[in-house]
Structures are given as structure tokens and as C-alpha cells.
């Protein structure tokens, strides 16, 4: 049912939240050869410039509409309170379209509008009510960061009385909000937002670099023929929905930060279809639904993607219509694609969040550190052939494995787990285990896997010790020739385990 309910988020999403946009006549018109250009983009610009330094442009959109294979655009710090910016024309492999921020300050861009303070009227309870502008269309509303869950399929608010903490219910003009704390919104930066930040449509071979974008539907909108796209440096951040969706083939996600994306289970970092997917060297925080979701196609489930470098902290609880619980998305969900590589990544789960959940086969998980994962790794039946080493497992919120017998067989072995309080638990062919004896027993096999403290640096701090246990305690995987910071794996006789190699200080 849920792997249902997601399959009908990613039509509404990719059907419902198209905004097709003219051509203009400038992409109707032939254009004459020329070299690569350098253009630039300010605040202070006007778009009636020639778009050089001295004389930039004011808009990314004058950019978008400009550029050809080969083009930068350097962006000066500021922010862009643009409209959803529409990206069309495509670089090629030998010349990419770069579009990357200079000087002082964050390229800050957003579609949203900030609300007056003072028109919020209260209602009842915790509801406030106002007027939304005449311009305003399917608001999606925001307190200071925070996103507020808005209706649809899968969030259902009918009437005033339907609100939960942290949502909001429009009705024509008449904007409804209930706040997470309870609070008055003449107290708060309050702002909407109807469309996504960027909308990539059949654009390819493009570089964004050191972008922030933020408040608006989605951050990254890609349609159509859309591939071959780096984000890079970029900040994602306070967005209703999903941070990048959905992610075509051969796109690279890299030293980006991704902060207080979505507000429902459903809301994730990243929401991608694409084969080949990188995904680097990234912080995710506050997300609310999954910091990535692999979807993909059924029918087509080779050439995965590679996962590595990441750092996921601060999990944070979803909105849901069901107050009695929390809910917490999955830090990486793969559920579509066989063959991805997963490795060198920090979890930090808060004993709310889980690692990974595998849903495909012929995956490889290898040298990541779980810290309060609710559940480290969770197989799903018929989720075969993959394979588990050189992880560190710390204090298990429910289960450091769950593994049911319809995903067997799997590779599991050279992993170090460990609780510093309560009981420990493996869940392997239905069987619960207390200890790793019980769970080697039971079938988990792990014959050098071991149970012992690994001495990490802090509890914010995933690397070694000079006395772990880890060290060179793993087994070489050739695919994996450093760590997380790029040290070489070994430093010693033998791969440590966990995201980072110990290396004594000179």
C-alpha cells in the first residue's frame, strides 16, 4: 500500500505541479555561431544591459533565456525573489551551461512573498486567518523556515476543523494557518509561495554551483528530457515539498546542503527516477520525509546510483493526521533500482530515524557509521544478493537488521555493533535476537562481524580513536580506495571500519 501511495504522489507531483511556460520569441529566433560568453547577473542590474560586469543583468531568467552551450553566468550575491525560473536551453558534454555564484554573501533565490505582520486574525484555538493578496494561488505557507503541510491526496484538510499543528487550509481567497507551537503569526516571519524555485525543462549538461534556493514548492523542478545536471555548493532549504524531483539520468548532487525540506512523510531531500545517480559529500537535515528516495521504474531496475560522503543529522518528526505518534522517514530509501553503492556515509539517527531501507538487489553497503539509527538496515522480502561490510552500528533505537527470510541470501560480515544501554536486537528470519551470538545462531551468519565499543570520537563525531577497536578491522573492498575525508584505506594492515580511516596524527 505505501509503495502505492508514493506511485501516486510521483504522478500528482510530475502531473500537477507542471507550470508550462511560453516560448519566448528570442527561442524561436535562429541564432548565429559564436564562442563561449561569460554573462553576470545582480540585483543592482537592469535586464535592458549587455549582461557584463560592469553592466549586468537583474534577472535569472534574462540569463536562462540567453545562454548557449558553453556559457557561465556568474550570479552576484543578493537575493532573487524571481518568479519560478524556467531553465530550456541544454549545454552538451564538451561544453556545459555553468551558472555559479560570485562575491560576497549567498546568491539567495526564491519565488515566495513575505506577509504583513499584523492582518492575522484569530479564529479559534490556535487558527489565524487572513487575506491572502490577489495574486496568491495555491499557497504553500511557511513560519520563519519551517514549512507548513499543506492539503492534497495524501494530507487530506477539508475544513478549519480538519488542522493539525504546523498546517495550513485555504479557502478562495482566505488563508487558514495552525501553527507547530501554537503560537500567534503576527509573531513570525510568514510567507507563501505557488510555484518551485527552478524548473529545469529539457535541460541538460548544466552546472549550478553555490546556489541557495529556498521557499518554494520544490527547489530543483526537473521536466522532461532533463539529464546530465550537477548541483553543486548549493544550499536547499525551506521547501514545501521536495528539494530536487524527480532526478533524470546522470545527475551528480554534490556538497550541497540540504535543510528543513518538506513537512510531511512524503516530502523528501531527494525524489529521483534517473539511473547513474551520484549523490556526494552532502548534509541533510531537518528533513521531514526521506533525505533520499530512489524510485525509479520496476521495469528497469539496473545502473543504480552511488551514495557516499553524506552526513544525515537532526532528524525531525513529519506532520501527520495521526497526532498520537511520530513518524520519521528513512534516511535513504532504495526501493527500485539493483546495484548501488552505498558507503562512507555518517547516520546520526537520534533513535528516531532509520539508516537504510533496501528494496532491490546486488546492493552494496560498505564502511557507513550508524549512530542512533531507530533501525540501521532493513531488508525488504525478495530483496536479495546484497551485500553489508566494514559498518559501524551503535545504539539501535529497535533493531540494528531486519532481516525476514523472503530476503535471503544476503552478505553480511566484518561489521562492529554495539548498545551502550539496554538490550541490543537483530531481527533475522523472524527471529528476535538479544545478542550477536544469539543472531550468528539464528542465521545472520556475521562470522567476523563483532560486538565491542568503538570508541568514537564524540557523539557529533563518527571518526576513531586511537584505541578503537575498528582498526584495521574490516576487509578491502578495491571500489573503496579512501575515507570519507579522502584518506587511503588502510592506513594499517587492514580497512577500517566505519566512514572514516584513523590516521595518527603526524
Same mark, same amino acid.
Given at each position: 500500500?505505501?509503495?502505492?501511495?508514493?506511485?501516486?504522489?510521483?504522478?500528482?507531483?510530475?502531473?500537477?505541479?507542471?507550470?508550462?511556460?511560453?516560448?519566448?520569441?528570442?527561442?524561436?529566433?535562429?541564432?548565429?555561431?559564436?564562442?563561449?560568453?561569460?554573462?553576470?547577473?545582480?540585483?543592482?542590474?537592469?535586464?535592458?544591459?549587455?549582461?557584463?560586469?560592469?553592466?549586468?543583468?537583474?534577472?535569472?531568467?534574462?540569463?536562462?533565456?540567453?545562454?548557449?552551450?558553453?556559457?557561465?553566468?556568474?550570479?552576484?550575491?543578493?537575493?532573487?525573489?524571481?518568479?519560478?525560473?524556467?531553465?530550456?536551453?541544454?549545454?552538451?558534454?564538451?561544453?556545459?551551461?555553468?551558472?555559479?555564484?560570485?562575491?560576497?554573501?549567498?546568491?539567495?533565490?526564491?519565488?515566495?512573498?513575505?506577509?504583513?505582520?499584523?492582518?492575522?486574525?484569530?479564529?479559534?484555538?490556535?487558527?489565524?486567518?487572513?487575506?491572502?493578496?490577489?495574486?496568491?494561488?495555491?499557497?504553500?505557507?511557511?513560519?520563519?523556515?519551517?514549512?507548513?503541510?499543506?492539503?492534497?491526496?495524501?494530507?487530506?484538510?477539508?475544513?478549519?476543523?480538519?488542522?493539525?499543528?504546523?498546517?495550513?487550509?485555504?479557502?478562495?481567497?482566505?488563508?487558514?494557518?495552525?501553527?507547530?507551537?501554537?503560537?500567534?503569526?503576527?509573531?513570525?516571519?510568514?510567507?507563501?509561495?505557488?510555484?518551485?524555485?527552478?524548473?529545469?525543462?529539457?535541460?541538460?549538461?548544466? #552546472? /549550478?554551483? $553555490?546556489?541557495?534556493?529556498?521557499? &518554494?514548492?520544490?527547489?530543483?523542478?526537473? @521536466? =522532461?528530457?532533463?539529464?546530465?545536471? %550537477?548541483?553543486?555548493?548549493?544550499?536547499?532549504?525551506?521547501?514545501?515539498?521536495?528539494?530536487?524531483?524527480?532526478?533524470?539520468?546522470?545527475?551528480?548532487?554534490?556538497?550541497?546542503?540540504?535543510?528543513?525540506?518538506?513537512?510531511?512523510?512524503?516530502?523528501?531531500?531527494?525524489?529521483?527516477?534517473?539511473?547513474?545517480?551520484?549523490?556526494?559529500?552532502?548534509?541533510?537535515?531537518?528533513?521531514?520525509?526521506?533525505?533520499?528516495?530512489?524510485?525509479?521504474?520496476?521495469?528497469?531496475?539496473?545502473?543504480?546510483?552511488?551514495?557516499?560522503?553524506?552526513?544525515?543529522?537532526?532528524?525531525?518528526?513529519?506532520?501527520?493526521?495521526?497526532?498520537?505518534?511520530?513518524?520519521?522517514?528513512?534516511?535513504?530509501?532504495?526501493?527500485?533500482?539493483?546495484?548501488?553503492?552505498?558507503?562512507?556515509? #555518517? /547516520?546520526? $539517527?537520534?533513535?528516531?530515524?532509520? &539508516?537504510?531501507?533496501?528494496?532491490?538487489? @546486488? =546492493?552494496?553497503?560498505?564502511?557507513? %557509521?550508524?549512530?542512533?539509527?531507530?533501525?540501521?538496515?532493513?531488508?525488504?522480502?525478495?530483496?536479495?544478493?546484497?551485500?553489508?561490510?566494514?559498518?559501524?552500528?551503535?545504539?539501535?533505537?529497535?533493531?540494528?537488521?531486519?532481516?525476514?527470510?523472503?530476503?535471503?541470501?544476503?552478505?553480511?560480515?566484518?561489521?562492529?555493533?554495539?548498545?551502550?544501554?539496554?538490550?541490543?536486537?537483530?531481527?533475522?528470519?523472524?527471529?528476535?535476537?538479544?545478542?550477536?551470538?544469539?543472531?550468528?545462531?539464528?542465521?545472520?551468519?556475521?562470522?567476523?562481524?563483532?560486538?565491542?565499543?568503538?570508541?568514537?570520537?564524540?557523539?557529533?563525531?563518527?571518526?576513531?580513536?586511537?584505541?578503537?577497536?575498528?582498526?584495521?578491522?574490516?576487509?578491502?573492498?578495491?571500489?573503496?580506495?579512501?575515507?570519507?575525508?579522502?584518506?587511503?584505506?588502510?592506513?594499517?594492515?587492514?580497512?577500517?571500519?566505519?566512514?572514516?580511516?584513523?590516521?595518527?596524527?603526524?
Amino acid at each position: 500500500m505505501y509503495v502505492k501511495m508514493l506511485g501516486v504522489m510521483a504522478v500528482s507531483l510530475l502531473a500537477g505541479q507542471l507550470m508550462p511556460e511560453p516560448a519566448t520569441p528570442a527561442e524561436a529566433e535562429p541564432q548565429a555561431p559564436r564562442g563561449p560568453a561569460t554573462y553576470f547577473v545582480a540585483p543592482d542590474g537592469a535586464d535592458a544591459n549587455p549582461g557584463t560586469e560592469a553592466e549586468p543583468w537583474a534577472t535569472l531568467k534574462k540569463a536562462a533565456a540567453a545562454v548557449r552551450p558553453g556559457d557561465t553566468v556568474r550570479i552576484r550575491a543578493g537575493v532573487y525573489a524571481e518568479p519560478s525560473v524556467w531553465f530550456k536551453r541544454a549545454g552538451t558534454q564538451a561544453n556545459p551551461i555553468i551558472f555559479k555564484a560570485y562575491g560576497d554573501g549567498a546568491v539567495r533565490i526564491t519565488p515566495s512573498t513575505l506577509l504583513p505582520r499584523g492582518n492575522w486574525k484569530r479564529v479559534k484555538g490556535a487558527v489565524y486567518v487572513m487575506t491572502l493578496p490577489p495574486k496568491a494561488k495555491k499557497p504553500h505557507v511557511f513560519q520563519d523556515e519551517l514549512p507548513l503541510a499543506r492539503p492534497g491526496k495524501l494530507f487530506v484538510v477539508k475544513t478549519v476543523d480538519d488542522m493539525v499543528p504546523n498546517s495550513s487550509f485555504t479557502e478562495g481567497k482566505t488563508l487558514y494557518v495552525r501553527l507547530a507551537d501554537g503560537s500567534d503569526p503576527n509573531q513570525s516571519d510568514m510567507r507563501w509561495a505557488s510555484g518551485h524555485v527552478l524548473i529545469l525543462d529539457g535541460c541538460h549538461h548544466t #552546472v /549550478f554551483d $553555490g546556489l541557495t534556493v529556498e521557499y &518554494g514548492f520544490n527547489g530543483f523542478k526537473q @521536466n =522532461n528530457d532533463t539529464h546530465h545536471i %550537477t548541483i553543486r555548493n548549493c544550499t536547499i532549504r525551506s521547501i514545501a515539498s521536495q528539494g530536487i524531483q524527480p532526478i533524470g539520468d546522470d545527475c551528480t548532487i554534490e556538497d550541497c546542503l540540504f535543510r528543513m525540506v518538506g513537512s510531511t512523510r512524503w516530502d523528501h531531500a531527494l525524489y529521483g527516477k534517473g539511473k547513474r545517480m551520484v549523490v556526494r559529500n552532502n548534509v541533510f537535515e531537518k528533513i521531514s520525509g526521506c533525505a533520499v528516495h530512489q524510485y525509479g521504474r520496476l521495469d528497469d531496475p539496473d545502473s543504480g546510483g552511488s551514495f557516499y560522503g553524506n552526513v544525515f543529522r537532526e532528524p525531525r518528526a513529519a506532520t501527520d493526521r495521526n497526532q498520537t505518534r511520530e513518524r520519521h522517514g528513512t534516511d535513504v530509501l532504495l526501493w527500485s533500482r539493483d546495484e548501488n553503492w552505498v558507503y562512507n556515509n #555518517v /547516520f546520526y $539517527g537520534g533513535n528516531k530515524r532509520p &539508516g537504510i531501507s533496501l528494496k532491490r538487489s @546486488n =546492493n552494496r553497503i560498505f564502511n557507513n %557509521t550508524f549512530v542512533g539509527s531507530r533501525v540501521g538496515i532493513t531488508f525488504f522480502p525478495n530483496s536479495t544478493g546484497n551485500t553489508v561490510r566494514n559498518n559501524i552500528l551503535v545504539d539501535a533505537g529497535e533493531s540494528f537488521v531486519k532481516w525476514p527470510a523472503a530476503a535471503k541470501p544476503q552478505t553480511l560480515d566484518y561489521n562492529l555493533y554495539f548498545r551502550s544501554h539496554g538490550t541490543p536486537q537483530w531481527q533475522v528470519a523472524g527471529t528476535k535476537c538479544s545478542s550477536l551470538s544469539a543472531y550468528q545462531q539464528a542465521g545472520g551468519a556475521e562470522q567476523n562481524s563483532r560486538w565491542a565499543d568503538p570508541r568514537l570520537a564524540g557523539a557529533a563525531d563518527a571518526r576513531l580513536q586511537p584505541d578503537s577497536p575498528a582498526i584495521d578491522a574490516g576487509v578491502a573492498v578495491a571500489q573503496i580506495a579512501a575515507d570519507k575525508d579522502g584518506v587511503a584505506r588502510p592506513q594499517g594492515k587492514a580497512p577500517d571500519l566505519g566512514a572514516y580511516e584513523f590516521r595518527a596524527a603526524p
